[in-house]
């Protein structure tokens, strides 16, 4: 299947523009850029995420697909000089590295105000219209940003935390495993956060050394709001859109047969069924891991994981196995619209926030994270968040990941958000206009169908890319 994506009408069709009153000074409402200004505006307001990592914007019209370049910050080393020091031994170069990043983010809001409507004021046309679709460009941003999480996923010790199996008796010690492996990994002190989700704030705020730290110095304000602030070196917040699965996926449970030590990775035995590929999370170790092998025949039942363990695992552990469904059709790499996936039990749909693999080895697995989902009953329909690195062929497996939250404890050059504006070509009857501020780039596209209405497109191009993979640690909760 190919990726094409474009506003197209075939109709005769002209702009028009009515003398509604605007309440801005008589300003007709149909002007496009101000329409663009207007989004910019509840954007700057609503874009979360975004402000917390590295970004880059110039005011270089690209297209969907584009390579565009942006850098990752150098560093220097130390010099230690002496009187005597040549100085054109001082100088130093920066070693910032080249990133390149696809423009593969093509956000994207298109409404129509009916013929009957377009006599309201400015105000109440973006109140009524604007505001609810630019709100939704705002949250898929910020859902690809941080559904890039997984990217930082690595090896068990480059995490924190525990999937679902973190309470007020432990967050605490947590949150201070997260600080200590990113210094470990040499992040700067400045400019970390620590993004929650819902449920791990609640946690939180049970706590009782967050509840003082966060009434420190403020007379409480900090804790009557219920906005944590400064917390181990963390600037942290609470998102939404921090991948968070709840309980309803679809999944089995079992018992395994061995105990493991900390470190190793041997093969268990369970009576559930098991396919390669499928996340699959032993209780006391409780990571993201999925299984490796898994035998059959005489060896049904035996499985070994991807990874060692991080934490000892007692015999007779529960095994909480995810279920695997499938794609209900082929799909080339670089496709970046919705993908079909069926095959999981009634009501078990892949959620938002939820991871999302293809492929059952680590050659071939890539992980991503759902940032829409929309299920008709025996088929759901998923938008990831980035397109396809590798073609997806029909009934391929795709391996939904494990309940709980993965929030990220990240420095702000750990990630980049890179937008640049779409090009504004005049089709017939179609008049575009562009605005930029505050980093970003957006087009607004008007169209005036006969008997239909207002047609308004708006768009917004970006692209996310790791910049430094040792800046953000996974915290599992």
């Known amino acids: ?99 390149q990043v696809p423009l593969d983010q093509w956000f994207n809001a298109t409404f129509t105000i009916p013929e009957g409507a377009m006599s309201k004021s400015f105000k109440e046309l973006v109140s009524i219209f604007l505001e609810p679709a630019v709100l939704e460009i705002a949250r898929g941003v910020d859902r690809a940003v941080l559904g890039r999480v997984h990217a930082f996923l690595g090896t068990p010790m480059s995490r924190a935390g525990r999937l679902n199996a973190i309470d007020a008796s432990n967050v605490y010690n947590v949150c201070v495993e ?14 970390r956060s620590l993004l929650l989700s819902a449920s791990a704030k609640a946690t939180m705020l049970q706590c009782d050394k967050f509840v003082k730290a966060m009434e420190r110095g403020d007379g409480g304000a900090t804790l009557r709001t219920a906005i944590l602030g400064n917390i181990l070196g963390f600037d942290t917040y609470m998102f939404q ?42 209780s006391g170790n409780d990571q993201p891991t999925w299984i490796a092998t898994a035998g059959t025949g005489t060896n049904a039942g035996k499985f070994t994981m991807n990874e060692p363990n991080k934490y000892a695992t007692s015999a007779g552990a529960v095994l909480t196995v995810y279920k695997a469904c499938a794609a209900a059709a082929s799909y080339d790499a670089k496709w970046g619209e919705g993908i079909v996936v069926g095959g999981y039990a009634a009501g078990c749909a892949p959620q938002v926030g939820q991871l999302l693999a293809f492929g059952s080895t680590a050659a071939t697995r890539r992980t991503y994270t759902v940032i829409e989902s929309t299920d008709s009953g025996s088929t759901c329909v998923v938008v990831l968040d980035r397109p396809l690195e590798i073609a997806v062929t029909a009934s391929d497996p795709a391996f939904p990941g494990p309940v709980g939250s993965i929030c990220p404890a990240i420095h702000k050059n750990a990630l980049a958000l890179v937008t640049r504006p779409l090009a504004t070509t005049h089709a017939a009857g179609i008049e575009f206009g562009v605005q930029e501020d505050y980093g970003i780039g957006i087009r607004v596209a008007m169209q005036h169908k006969i008997n239909e209405g207002l047609v308004v497109a708006v768009d917004l191009l970006a692209g996310v890319a790791v910049l430094n993979n040792q800046l953000c640690v996974p915290v599992l909760m």
Request: hydrophobic share 40%; with cysteine; proline share 5%.
């Open 1 to 99: 299947m190919k990726c094409e994506t474009m506003l197209l009408y075939v109709a005769p069709v002209f702009l028009a523009c009515y003398a509604a009153d605007s309440g801005e000074g008589g300003l007709d409402p149909y002007i496009p850029h101000i329409w663009a200004q207007e989004s910019l505006e509840i954007l700057k307001e609503n874009m979360g995420v975004t402000n917390l990592v590295h970004r880059d914007f110039q005011n270089e019209v690209a297209s969907y697909g584009d390579l565009v370049h942006t850098r990752r910050p150098g560093e220097f080393k130390v010099v230690r000089r002496t009187d005597q020091t040549p100085s054109a031994n001082l100088p130093q170069i920066a070693s910032a590295t080249d990133v």
């Open 178 to 191: 997260a600080d200590k492996v990113l210094n470990t990994q040499k992040a700067p002190a400045e400019g």
């Open 241 to 282: 859109n921090v991948n968070h699965v709840l309980t309803g996926t679809d999944m089995e449970s079992d018992t395994v047969t061995d105990a493991h030590a900390a470190g190793s990775l041997d093969t268990q035995t369970t009576a559930a069924s098991l396919v390669a590929g499928e996340y699959a999370v032993v």
